[in-house]
């Protein structure tokens, strides 16, 4: 049960699903996300319990849970993974925060459902349910920021006669240049001044479109999604490859609002279609899904090493055209639940994806690829009690990945004894390799009366990806160059997760621990070598394995001091330590430090203008964070403040939603361990009014 009760959906689906979820999992509501709207949507999941999010500015981010991220968290979207280049610390989700009304957070390992790349949790975004029949509705939802001076507006259609339904909606955002406490950042031995405490050239533009139709009778109903989600987003233009001395500050000071390079532009279509037929004892369902991520990263042509002083005019791409990524990816889901008793339920099924990425531009970084994967489980829930259920199950996984070899498109110098030759350097050679494994898991759950108890154990695998595996070239974005290693085994998992709580109406008080053991964890790992060829100077880090080990989980705890008065808080803390290799006895990178959330809410009786009002208050203190892998920085200690208040007034026979945040209050200077800008010296983003208005409406149709 989530401490802080208005994050938490209380109807009986999210009660009935928390029971029975043997691994620790937390719901969250559409009314949750527009009362703690965030930069993106994983900004906004961070006030859930072992729920982080890596960040590049206030818009883009990725979600982390327990300090696992990027390629070992799962992101669903309407059934279907979410797919996109979500191995660069750069990369945003391209997902739009206003298209979901309930979001599932599995904390642990939950492959055998997932996937192999479920090692660290799964993120499950859902889309409105199908809508009562003979209706016609929407909503407008308006949203202001002050800090970096977003307008949003999000618009939203539905309605159905008998069997056949639709639902639209259309996002618009534009943001300027987010605002810091400080009017200059350190990038490394240079002090960057900001011009009135903006960071330059992080402004942006979001334009998404969903929709959705489809049939429902008796039973049986099949629906498609279709959705395009369109971003141009600046990089900071200190930190992108850039020398911080050479930036024309005029150029980038004159407006807040406009894109210079560098920036990037990115593209993500997708079409899913959800099938099912649910009979008495047994259930069938279908997933089917075509992705295209499209991303170009853009920045003047800068020569280093050999490139040539002038680019060349007859390549077949913009001297601009940094990098490109194109990738397709086509994926498939078949389950089927049986009721074969009152006690004994079982599901199985398979899971298939094909991903196809092609790269272009005169920046490299990782090859293009071709990538399969398959997987099948089985799994078993059997009643032992009225109080109690056992549940395993078990899985196979086969990938493979394809890699194909890439060469400069400018020559370098090749010494071999006394001759030189000119030659066009691989960069990468090709690669085939194939990975499988068999995975298990096995839990219980015990509820009765207020007391709940749930535990889980399994292994889980995660094979690598395309960078892990062939990568070797500059991330401009944090000045170092990454070298893969093709000889990487796949990551292992072996973990333990235990949820306890006791529940009244007044008082609630949970413990969720966990511990995790990975005999290979691949990870980036700081070399002594500079790179002279492809940029200047930059630290060459390798991706490596090691023998980790981890530990922690979350505690949470509510109190009811009187009717109209709740307080909670919420702790967090992660250990972590590699126990082999020559990072023996340090944490892992992106570590985050222990925290503590204190919550008060105020709910005042309605009034006959004014219903649900409430106002609150967030304290979060979180712990300096010293245990860290070079070369990160050690990260101090900080504390914030945030205010929220809100109520819907009554309009005929709807009601408009107001609700109200005041971040970071004291506009505090302030450093996250986990963000991406950490490394460079760049503060979190100051203090932000966030204003949402939720205008609803609906009708009968005869």
């Not at 669903?76 to 280049?85: L, W, Y």
């Not at 839990?443 to 889980?456: D, I, M, Q, R, V």
């Not at 126990?579 to 992106?590: A, E, N, Q, V, W």
């Not at 204190?598 to 979180?622: G, I, M, R």
Request: charged share 20%; with cysteine.
């Amino acid at each position: 049960m989530q401490t802080l009760r208005e994050v938490t959906v209380t109807d009986h689906y999210e009660e009935q699903r928390k029971r029975e979820e043997s691994l620790n999992i937390e719901v969250v509501n559409d009314k949750f996300l527009k009362q703690n709207l965030g930069g993106s949507l994983m900004q906004s999941l961070e006030r859930l319990p072992g729920v982080s999010s890596i960040d590049i500015g206030s818009g883009q981010s990725k979600p982390a849970i327990r300090g696992l991220g990027f390629n070992r968290v799962v992101v669903v979207e309407n059934g279907i993974k979410h797919e996109a280049q979500q191995w660069g610390a750069d990369h945003g989700l391209e997902v739009d925060q206003y298209a979901f009304d309930r979001i599932e957070v599995i904390k642990g390992p939950a492959s055998l459902m997932y996937g192999s790349d479920a090692i660290g949790g799964v993120i499950d975004l859902k889309q409105i349910e199908t809508p009562p029949k003979h209706t016609l509705g929407g909503n407008v939802n308006l949203t202001g920021k002050t800090n970096n001076d977003l307008a949003g507006t999000s618009a939203f259609i539905f309605g159905r006669k008998e069997k056949l339904f639709f639902t639209f909606r259309a996002t618009l955002l534009d943001y300027a240049d987010y605002r810091v406490p400080t009017d200059s950042v350190d990038i490394y031995s240079y002090r960057a001044a900001l011009h009135n405490n903006r960071l330059r050239n992080t402004a942006g533009k979001e334009q998404n479109l969903h929709f959705s139709g489809g049939f429902q009778n008796n039973g049986t109903s099949t629906r498609f999604y279709v959705s395009n989600v369109r971003t141009k987003a600046g990089f900071f233009a200190n930190t992108h490859g850039l020398e911080p001395r050479q930036v024309d500050t005029g150029l980038h000071d004159k407006s807040a609002r406009d894109i210079q390079f560098p920036f990037q532009e990115v593209n993500h279509f997708k079409i899913i279609n959800r099938s099912a037929v649910l009979k008495k004892n047994r259930q069938f369902r279908m997933e089917l899904g075509y992705q295209r991520n499209f991303r170009q990263e853009l920045s003047p042509y800068t020569n280093h090493g050999y490139m040539p002083s002038v680019f060349p005019s007859n390549m077949p791409f913009a001297a601009e055209l940094e990098r490109q990524f194109e990738k397709n990816i086509f994926s498939g889901n078949l389950k089927s639940t049986f009721q074969f008793s009152e006690k004994t339920e079982g599901t199985a099924g398979i899971n298939s994806e094909y991903q196809k990425n092609r790269i272009h531009g005169r920046g490299f970084i990782i090859p293009a690829f071709e990538q399969i994967t398959a997987g099948a489980f089985a799994w078993m829930k059997y009643k032992v009690s009225e109080h109690s259920q056992l549940q395993a199950g078990i899985r196979y996984d086969f990938g493979n990945i394809r890699t194909t070899p890439y060469h400069d498109w400018f020559e370098s110098p090749v010494v071999t004894g006394e001759d030189t030759v000119w030659s066009f350097l691989q960069r990468a050679p090709e690669l085939d390799r194939s990975f499988s494994s068999l995975t298990w898991s096995a839990g219980y759950n015990y509820n009765a009366g207020h007391f709940s108890l749930k535990a889980n154990a399994g292994k889980s695998f995660r094979m690598p990806i395309a960078k892990e595996l062939a990568a070797n070239g500059v991330n401009y974005h944090r000045f170092s160059y990454e070298k893969g290693d093709p000889e990487l085994s796949p990551e292992v998992s072996y973990q333990l997760d235990v949820g306890m709580e006791w529940n009244t109406r007044k008082f609630a008080i949970g413990i969720t621990p966990f511990l995790n053991y990975f005999p290979n964890y691949i990870y980036l790992n700081p070399g002594f070598e500079h790179d002279r060829l492809y940029g200047n100077g930059n630290q060459v880090f390798y991706y490596t394995e090691s023998e980790v080990f981890r530990c922690g989980g979350e505690l949470h705890t509510h109190l009811n001091v009187a009717r109209n008065f709740k307080t909670g808080v919420i702790l967090n803390y992660i250990y972590s330590e590699q126990l082999s290799g020559d990072k023996i006895g340090f944490t892992l990178p992106f570590s985050p430090p222990a925290s503590a959330l204190f919550h008060l809410k105020y709910t005042p009786k309605n009034q006959a203008w004014l219903h649900n009002p409430y106002f609150s208050v967030d304290f979060k203190v979180a712990a300096a964070q010293n245990k860290i892998v070079p070369p990160e920085k050690k990260t101090p200690g900080y504390q914030t403040l945030n205010l929220g208040m809100g109520a819907d007034i009554p309009w005929k026979k709807q009601a408009i939603s107001l609700s109200l945040q005041v971040q970071n209050l004291l506009n505090e200077k302030y450093f996250n361990h986990t963000s991406y800008y950490r490394l460079i010296n760049v503060p979190e983003a100051g203090r932000n009014v966030i204003l949402n208005v939720h205008i609803p409406f609906s009708t009968h149709l005869k």
